[in-house]
Nanobody, 118 residues
């Protein structure tokens, strides 16, 4: 099993910044990729950013140039640095982790609320 614990959400003004953290524990050696998703009320959950064990990254078009995903293997932690935040970024942000073996599986964190408002 893998457990994901998220932190860093909160209330920020438009144009501000936040950094989200996701700490993994358990059988983290089975994980080959991690990512951040977000979901606003009444909307579908969408991919924000992802990173694999080789360091390759992927971003939603709406956050390119503003958000950066990174990892610290020594701390078993993945970060999402969010700059130039917009009200449209308001959502619950979820961390996930993908496993290939022994069977494919995706783990999810509990989510952390990000609210961008003046």
């Amino acid at each position: 099993q893998v457990q994901l614990v998220e932190s860093g959400g909160g209330l920020v003004q438009p144009g501000g910044s936040l950094r989200l953290s996701c700490i993994g524990s358990g059988n983290i050696y089975s994980i080959y990729a991690m990512g951040w998703y977000r979901q606003a009320p009444g909307k579908q959950r969408e991919l924000v950013a992802a990173i694999n064990n080789g360091g390759s990254t992927d971003y939603a078009d709406s956050v390119k140039g503003r958000f950066t995903i990174s990892r610290d293997n020594a701390k078993n932690t993945v970060y999402l640095q969010m700059n130039s935040l917009k009200p449209e970024d308001t959502a619950v942000y979820f961390c996930n982790a993908k496993r290939a073996f022994p069977t494919p599986y995706t783990y999810w964190g509990q989510g952390t609320q990000v609210t961008v408002s003046s």
